[in-house]
């Protein structure tokens, strides 16, 4: 199966983690990967596990490159050790049970292009449960405020709105596309047990500008067999992790004012 091409030179590196070998969903998120435009892609997709072999319809793809990380070590070091053989500019995440609606990449990935200051870029997201199209939070959680219209943001904006809103997001970061110079530069997905994508946005947004397009670009499918729907997941690693990550903006905001009086 040849590679897609389109208009766009640019290589997206696609990073899937997974860590159940019946991979149940693994056949959508592919199909949404074939589905994508405009654009050329290569498919990392990294087992945290001794050992797993790769669904066969996914054998005959050159595209799609695999690894296992030998032991279970968690979602952040299974996505960092996909990074580490990632040979495209731009980093596509996408969980193993969700998917990318068509044209999501080339929107991403145009978008970044055009702006060299902006270090990644997101969408909105739609929501499936049982299959079907469905609007409403992932946990019941309350609405929080959105960011409605297409638009660059500055630098702080996500953690002002984070400090403000009971250290939750405005966006949703799980299918966004970013640099992988920008990635490799603050290390990667950060070790803690839940919210490794807050936490890495969180830590970006704070000295780099980012996209929020007001299209829904990827679907989040919401089902018990979800590690982050397990039951007790959010409630015995959340506080601690939350605490992290206010740590460390507390921490990158303090770094640039000493900075800043030193001039």
């Known amino acids: 199966m040849e590679g897609t091409q389109g208009g766009s030179s640019v290589i997206v590196s696609v990073i899937t983690a997974t860590h159940d070998r019946t991979a149940p969903y693994l056949r959508d998120a592919y199909a949404s990967l074939t ?12 087992f945290d596990g001794d050992e797993w072999e790769m669904p066969s319809y996914l054998q005959a793809d050159p595209r799609v490159r ?7 070590r ?3 070091v299974t996505r960092n050790l996909a990074l580490i ?20 990449m080339e929107r991403l990935a145009s978008t970044l292009q055009a702006d060299p200051e902006l270090a990644f870029a997101t969408g909105q997201v739609q929501y499936m449960l049982d299959g079907q199209w469905v609007d409403r939070n992932d946990r019941g959680l309350p609405a929080v405020p959105k960011f409605d219209l297409t638009a660059k943001m500055a630098p702080g904006t996500v953690g002002d709105f984070w400090l403000e809103h009971d250290r939750r997001l405005p966006i949703v ?7 992988r110079r920008v990635l490799f530069s603050y290390g ?5 047990s839940t919210g490794e994508d807050a936490s890495l946005t969180l830590a970006i947004s704070e000295q780099h500008p980012f996209m929020h397009i007001a299209e829904r670009l990827s679907v989040y499918r919401m089902h018990p067999e979800s590690t982050m729907h ?3 997941y959010w409630e015995r690693e959340r506080p601690r992790d939350r605490d992290f990550n206010l740590h460390r903006l507390v921490a990158i905001r303090e770094t640039r004012r000493l900075q800043e009086t030193r001039v």
């Open 230 to 232: 397990k039951p007790g």
């Open 85 to 104: 053989r990632a040979r495209g500019e731009l980093v596509q995440t996408l969980d193993s049970d969700d998917m990318l609606m068509p044209g999501a």
């Open 35 to 46: 589905n994508q435009a405009g654009v050329s892609w290569e498919w990392l997709l990294q």
């Open 173 to 179: 970061v799980n299918a966004a596309m970013w640099r």
């Open 188 to 192: 990667g997905w950060p070790a803690i």
């Open 74 to 76: 968690g979602i952040a």
């Open 66 to 72: 695999f690894e296992c990380n030998g032991s279970g």
